[in-house]
């Protein structure tokens, strides 16, 4: 069965942090995956991955992926009190209309 | 300017009653969605459409049923309302999943609430 597997489940920083989110998957004709932030109400597009070891920039957060070990990581440099969201990180399969999400890791960024 | 808006944003009612949320998008999106997010935040998917067509119908109650009027609309009716029901309902649309590298896109959610 397909699945995708994020961590930690939450985690607790201070303002300047630097965080490293994991995103690991197990999905047959593996097509994309995606980056999303949440906060209060609907999830934010961040970054979509297609192909190994090519990093994604946009200001402090940046995220690559690796498809021969199957995970993605999310990094947030210098973080800030607004970076407290749930992030969530969902893969889609070729062929297919679905997308597959985590479970989400939640953030909180403390001043 | 909203790209996909879901109304209403917030829905109380009591169990047994039945309800409906609907959601466009002003996208030009073939494809649509309906996610169920629990209390810990994860996603799962219910229900897709692409072209007025049921594409994905995973394991949900037949008390839900979806309805796509146009490409632009796709609306979730539930009858008899149980506890279990109470979560947030997101709407998502995006271009041909399939074959594009395009990334879905979110309405705001509706919180629905069973007393």
């Known amino acids: 069965e397909d699945k995708v597997v994020q961590s930690p489940l939450s985690l607790v920083v201070h303002e300047g942090d630097t965080v490293t989110l994991n995103c690991s998957y197990e999905v047959t004709n593996f097509r994309s995956l995606l980056w999303y932030k949440q906060e209060k109400k609907a999830p934010t597009f961040l970054f979509m991955l297609?192909?190994?070891?090519i990093e994604k920039k946009s200001g402090r957060l940046s995220s690559i992926l690796d498809k021969k070990e199957l995970f993605s990581i999310l990094n947030i440099t210098a973080t800030q009190t607004g970076d407290s969201a749930v992030y969530l990180c969902?893969?889609?399969?070729?062929?297919?209309?679905?997308?597959?999400f985590g479970t989400g890791t939640r953030l909180k960024v403390l001043a | 300017d909203t790209a996909v808006s879901q109304t209403p944003k917030y829905l109380v009612t009591q169990m047994g009653n039945d309800k409906s949320i609907k959601c466009e998008q002003n996208?030009?999106?073939?494809?649509m969605y309906w996610y169920k997010q629990d209390s810990k935040k994860f996603l799962k998917i219910m229900f897709s459409y692409n072209n007025k067509e049921l594409i994905i119908n995973e394991t949900v109650p037949n008390r839900f049923s979806p309805k796509s009027p146009d490409k632009a609309h796709l609306n979730l009716h539930i009858n008899s309302l149980e506890l279990g029901d109470s979560a947030v309902y997101f709407c998502?649309?995006?271009?041909?999943?399939?074959?594009?590298?395009?990334?879905?896109?979110f309405g705001d959610g509706t919180r629905l609430s069973i007393l």
């Open positions: 297609t192909s190994s070891g």
């Open positions: 996208l030009g999106h073939d494809t």
């Open positions: 969902a893969v889609g399969a070729s062929g297919t209309y679905k997308y597959i």
């Open positions: 998502a649309s995006s271009q041909d999943p399939p074959y594009s590298n395009q990334p879905q896109h």
